[in-house]
């Protein structure tokens, strides 16, 4: 969870002894992980590593989904929308799939395309590279926006 991630780099950058980190980690806490806490019996957590487990296994719901190559897929330009708020969207989602290669997201960017001006001119001409189809689009973006 980032909750947890951010708060153990906290600990890593002050050098936390294990309880300091429980003492420390009590502290961020708010709303239901508050009441989790306040409803354990006094000496019920032996270590940080019993903690983080205890946090984690009750807040895995609340966990992000981490994004694949199949979440670009899903992305597509809406109808009566311009084709820089599509781009804008992907390249959104394409931040959160940092493994995705310039083919995979050249070919999801395509596939998501309604079939206008730019879907044609890359049906005619097509490109592997996303830096190339990103190329094109900015000179489609001019136009629609001029």
Known sequence: MEHLSRFKNAALLHHYTDGIKCRVFVTTF??????????????????????RCLFLHQFASSRKVRKTELSLFAVRQKEDK???????RFNTTA??????????????FSQGLLD??????????????????????????NMEEA
């Open 95 to 108: 931040l959160e799939v940092p493994a995705a290669t310039q083919e995979v997201k050249a070919s999801a």
């Open 30 to 51: 708010t709303g239901a992980a508050q009441q989790l806490f306040n409803q354990l019996p006094v000496g019920a957590i032996g270590s940080f590593q019993e903690f």
């Open 116 to 141: 206008g001006h730019f879907f044609k001119s890359l049906a005619k001409i097509p490109v592997s590279k996303f830096d190339a189809l990103l190329a094109r689009a900015a000179k489609y973006i």
């Open 82 to 88: 311009p084709l820089k708020e599509y781009l804008q």
